[in-house]
């Protein structure tokens, strides 16, 4: 009444998912994984009173099934995250054929940056050449969080979509997600751009076409050239559900 928001008749984007049970929860996850997702929401501060960093991993199978494996968000410092990142890269890394980086530029590339110098750091560390081989996808938000997610629904419902266990805190905010984008649901951003890019739906159009939420970029760093191209919902025509094996791999470090 009078403009004010009714926040607890607002419709929540993942009403009637039990992420606490099956077939969302398993207790395995599949010993071999075609692709590695690590998605990364930034934030502005490290203080416990501002935005967390949403660090989220997730996999997807030859089986079409994805699976959200891990929680490394929290208050963290650009000194923090970016080891945060690569640590969950390297828990992951040797069960995955292929991996890469997903990270929100809406404050602008430097996040990248600290990705890359981090990885410069360990591969000298490790005696190999310091040159950064890591893929990293880039994402802008255009949408709020519940726009953005509005197709993943579907895809717990049809059973595609899966939680490991200690996942609480990311689940608490994904239940919060609606549509007042209103919260600090750093973790649920991270986890929902994950998502949509193990199953396609961070994919390639036209480049330079505006597409719906988000626009995307290959951020490939090296001789190999920037290839900008858009992204958003699902096409007309349903979800093109892609497969992992048509997607670039990048070389660990350490391998």
């Known amino acids: 009444r009078f403009g004010r928001l009714d926040l607890a008749n607002t419709p929540k984007v993942f009403s009637g998912i039990a992420f606490d049970s099956p077939p969302v929860r398993v207790e395995v996850v599949p010993e071999r994984l075609d692709l590695l997702v690590v998605s990364i929401d930034p934030a502005d501060s490290s203080s416990t009173r501002a935005c967390e960093v949403g660090i989220i991993a997730g996999g997807l199978a030859a089986t079409g099934h994805g699976y959200l494996l891990e929680d490394a968000s929290g208050h963290l410092n650009s000194d923090q995250w970016p080891d ?39 591969r000298l560390q490790r005696g190999l050449p310091g040159v950064s081989v890591c893929e990293i996808r880039t994402v802008t938000s255009r949408v709020n969080k519940a726009e953005r997610a509005a197709s993943l629904p579907l895809i717990y419902r049809a059973g595609q979509m899966h939680h490991a266990r200690g996942l609480v805190e990311v689940e608490r905010q994904l239940r919060a997600l609606d549509n007042t984008g209103r919260g600090l649901l750093d973790r649920a951003d991270a986890a929902v751009y994950c998502e949509l890019d193990l199953f396609g739906l ?6 330079g076409q505006a597409i719906g939420g988000a626009s995307m970029s290959f951020a490939a760093v090296g001789p190999r050239p920037q290839q900008a191209v858009a992204v958003g919902p699902m096409p007309t025509q349903g979800p093109r559900m892609t497969s992992a094996a048509a997607f670039q791999s990048a070389a660990m470090p350490g391998q």
Request: proline fraction near 2%; charged fraction near 35%.
């Open 84 to 122: 945060a990142a690569w640590d969950l890269v390297e828990r992951w890394a040797d069960r995955c054929g292929r991996w890469r980086f997903v990270v929100e530029i809406n404050r602008g590339t430097k996040d990248c940056s600290l990705l890359r110098a981090r990885e410069l750091i360990r």
């Open 202 to 207: 961070l994919d390639s159009s036209q480049p």
